[in-house]
């Protein structure tokens, strides 16, 4: 069969046939990539989202600490002294909570080295 033999009909056809073809090809492919990219979000959403959350809680508890410490270190009268012993004992009591938070949240692998040497 050759396509000089057929009318302009059949040739506008095929090549309609053709590009419909071509086109729900590209459709199927995307719609597999588009269901990666929703597993993607869901992973970044449901997982990391919530761990960077916690750590930032754990980053601002321990700046609080480390504050309150050098505040501690500053030459002040006694009763602003054991008003600061308070206030660390409060300020650790927070990052240990904010730590409780974070340790479900842990990923194995390099997350889980990272936060074990943290506990170090």
Do not use: C
């Not at 309609?16 to 990539?33: N, R």
């Not at 660390?88 to 080295?113: D, F, S, T």
């Amino acid at each position: 069969m050759n396509l000089h033999n057929l009318r302009i009909g059949a040739k506008l056809a095929l090549a309609f046939s053709i590009t419909t073809l071509i086109t729900v090809a590209l459709a199927w492919m995307a719609w597999g990539q588009m269901l990666r990219i929703n597993a993607s979000a869901e992973d970044l959403a449901t997982n990391w989202l919530p761990s960077i959350e916690a750590i930032g809680n754990v980053r601002i508890a321990a700046n609080r600490l480390r504050r309150t410490e050098s505040e501690a270190f500053l030459p002040t009268d006694q009763s602003n002294l054991n008003k600061l012993k308070e206030e660390l004992k409060v300020r650790r009591q927070q990052l240990a909570e904010a730590e409780a938070v974070y340790a479900p949240l842990v990923n194995p692998g390099e997350e889980r080295k990272g936060y074990e040497a943290y506990q170090a």
